[in-house]
C-alpha cells in the first residue's frame, strides 16, 4: 500500500491490521514501514516465554515480598501535613 492510500483510508487500514494482517507501506518503490498487530500480552505467554531459564536466586523471591510490603505500607506526602 502506498503511503497516499494509507493516509486517505487510515480508518480501514487499521481496521485490516485488528484483523490480523501486516501492511507494508511504501513511498515511491521504497518499503518506508510495515504496520502489524500488537502482540496479544498474557501470563501464559510469559510462562511460555520463561519456560526452560535458570530460576532466581534463593533470596529473590523474599526481596519481592519485601519490596511489597515496603511500597504497600502507608505513603507520606512530604509537603502534606500528617
Do not use: C, H
Not at 497516499?4 to 484483523?19: H, I, N, P, Q, Y
Not at 507501506?25 to 521504497?30: A, F
Not at 518506508?32 to 500480552?41: E, G, L, N, Q, S
Not at 515496603?70 to 501535613?81: F, L, R, S
Request: without cysteine; neutral net charge; proline residues 7%.
Amino acid at each position: 500500500m502506498t503511503a497516499t492510500e494509507a493516509s486517505r483510508g487510515f480508518s480501514k487500514l487499521l481496521d485490516r491490521v485488528e484483523a490480523g494482517e501486516t501492511i507494508r507501506i511504501t513511498r515511491g518503490n521504497e518499503t518506508i514501514a510495515d504496520i502489524r498487530p500488537t502482540p496479544k500480552y498474557t501470563g501464559r505467554a510469559l510462562r511460555e516465554a520463561l519456560k526452560g531459564t535458570v530460576p532466581p536466586d534463593p533470596g529473590f523471591k523474599d526481596r519481592i515480598r519485601e519490596g511489597l510490603e515496603a511500597i504497600q505500607g502507608e505513603v507520606k506526602i512530604p509537603w502534606g501535613e500528617d
